[in-house]
């Protein structure tokens, strides 16, 4: 039986609005830059025009002040060369494209934070056009659908959600309907891949997608919903990917962090569980699963402690093993034995509950 979350009358989607805009003069000389600033302006943010493309910096003597700050900005800037020169992101995708940076959720496992510098800023970039224009460049030359036999019929992918969550704001942006239109008018055998806690899936279900969009529900057991502050709940992103679904879309799950805390097997069971009740019977579903481990370096701990103090999320050193990653640093992953419980159990409970799925990696 379709179990499906419905969103009532009183259930619209809750909207991030940031307390403040800060747009730099070369981005509101894109006519995308000037429709974001309109957006932010009728629904009451405070749009503060800077006089050079520089953001102010935000003190990070307190961490916890900085971090809050951070959290209730958006910045609008433009994208340079240098991030528009596309970057590999296996095993997700051929390519990372960036639309944004940042994210306006609080999650206490945030994997940004070892990865972006600097207080939570989101950026969110004006020359969407310009970004997209150059993607043609790519198609053939990445090295994860591109080349691997069982994931070909994907083309070359790629992926949105790298360094930000572009639903998050979308609906101050509409940088991913626009990427999204771009793609379903794009002749060429490439996708678009993007993964979003948020539900706010409205302005994306008319868009002409010609099915070269994957959306992703990034999802997890009720016990790690703790560690996801300001996202929508899970049964409402099912909903969404629901809602997506029946729009043509392929759709995935993104089910991550993987926690193995207590009863972590009953936990995900019932998300696998409930995956499958709401997306059952959805006509012509092309689904995908991808599970990824929970994972932190010393330096995202580090991080995340002076963000979250107190935050009940397990890092411990001595409990995991380490393993160095292609650019020597050091990161801390489960235990082998704990790993091969975890692949076992999702691979099982995956083919018994979506047979369909398939699961493109576990990491």
Known sequence: MSVQPSLGRNESPRLWRPKRLLAMPAALGFAHGRAVAERCAALGVDVIELKANRLPAIDDADPRRAYQEAKSTLALTVAPP?????????????????LAEGCPAHCSYCYLAGSLKGPPLTRVYANVDEILAG??????????????VARAGEGTTFEASCYTDPLAFEHLTGSLSAAIEHFGRWNAPAQLRFTTKFDAVEPLLGLRHG????????????????FEGGTAPVARRLAALRRVADAGYPVGLTIAPIIAGDEWERGYGDLVDRAAGTLAGVRDLDLTVELITHRFTPGSKAVLEGWYPGSQLEMDEAARAEKRTKFGSRKFVYPPETMRALRNFFEERIAARLPGARILYFT
């Open 82 to 98: 240098g991030k528009r020169r596309l970057q590999p992101i296996p095993p997700s995708a051929d390519w990372r494209v960036d």
């Open 135 to 148: 993607l043609a460049d790519y198609v053939g030359r990445g090295t994860v659908t591109s080349r691997q």
């Open 211 to 226: 099915r070269r969009t994957r959306m992703r529900a990034s999802v997890n057991a009720g016990a790690a919903a703790r």
